[in-house]
């Protein structure tokens, strides 16, 4: 059984970072992408970042590159999301996913994988 599992969310205030985890297990996806996705309340889940598992590319969301960076340990079977000078409008919970194919995807349909998310608050 597949599950991925989040953690590293918590309250910040703007400007400040937070990096969040997430560990796989079941299976490995060291040859698939994996990525992040947050949902704020009233609105849809929304793409943040993903990286191949084979040529590392990553992709970001206009609204988080230069602030937010997103890395994989294929060893640990594990994806980071680094977050720096967050903002109020960050504040959302978190999820990370994985897809078995192996290319970027930046819609949520394109993912098999889901974790239970981690929410994220960031204060004025």
């Known amino acids: 059984q597949v599950q991925l599992v989040e953690s590293g969310g918590g309250l910040v205030q703007a400007g400040g970072s937070l990096r969040l985890s997430c560990a796989a297990s079941?299976?490995?996806?060291?040859?698939?992408?994996m990525g992040w996705f947050r949902q704020a309340p009233g609105k849809e889940r929304e793409f943040v970042a993903a990286?191949?598992?084979?040529?590392?590319?990553?992709d970001y969301a206009d609204s988080v590159k230069g602030r937010f960076t997103i890395s994989r340990d294929n060893a640990k079977n594990a994806v980071y999301l680094q977050m720096n000078s967050l903002k109020p409008e960050d504040t959302a919970v978190y999820y990370c996913?994985?897809?078995?194919?192996?290319?970027?995807?930046?819609?949520?349909?394109?993912?098999?994988?889901w974790g239970q998310g981690t929410q994220v608050t960031v204060s004025s």
């Open positions: 996913a994985a897809r078995n194919a192996p290319w970027l995807g930046t819609s949520p349909d394109r993912y098999d994988y």
């Open positions: 990286m191949e598992g084979i040529r590392v590319t990553t």
């Open positions: 079941g299976r490995t996806f060291s040859r698939s992408t």
